[in-house]
């Protein structure tokens, strides 16, 4: 039961500041290595490969760019790999490809990871809670590069 409530408190942590380490080194490498020494579960994994990715931003070293940037894809397409029908998961990879230099060559599940979240994502809201869910569903509207059809079909859910 402990472990089950700290995941839960861990999962909204990374869930609420996961932008935070974008802009903050200090803070994403915190994050970092308190999850590289801890128990996680196949989602916070995930969470984990994206901190990892981006932690390349925060590095002039070309080298350290491509090992994080790695390193991070692997774990991340690892726990797609253990929970192919995670919502959070996808979202994860589909913001993650969207937002990396196209030169990286990570684009292939773009479609594809757009297209299931947008089917999957109304039955989602009460296992991401409510906060998580419309994080989710208007970073898809305003960044998931979507057709006008998919952001009617998501502005809908907002009002839900």
Partial sequence: MCF???????????????????SNKEYAIKLYNEL????LTTVEMGYLGVIESMLATHTNDPMKKISYFNAGKN???????????NTELRYLRLMLQLNIPSVLGYSKNIETD?????????HQKNELGKEQYLRMV?????????SNAEQIQLQKLTRE
């Fill in 75 to 85: 774990n991340l397409e690892n726990s797609i790999l253990k929970l192919p029908n």
């Fill in 138 to 146: 208007t970073t898809l509207i305003e960044n998931g590069d979507c």
């Fill in 36 to 39: 590289q020494s801890s128990a």
């Fill in 114 to 122: 757009r297209s299931f979240i947008i089917k999957t994502i109304a």
């Fill in 4 to 22: 089950v409530i700290s995941a839960q408190v861990h999962l909204i942590e990374l869930r609420t500041n996961l932008d935070k380490v974008q």
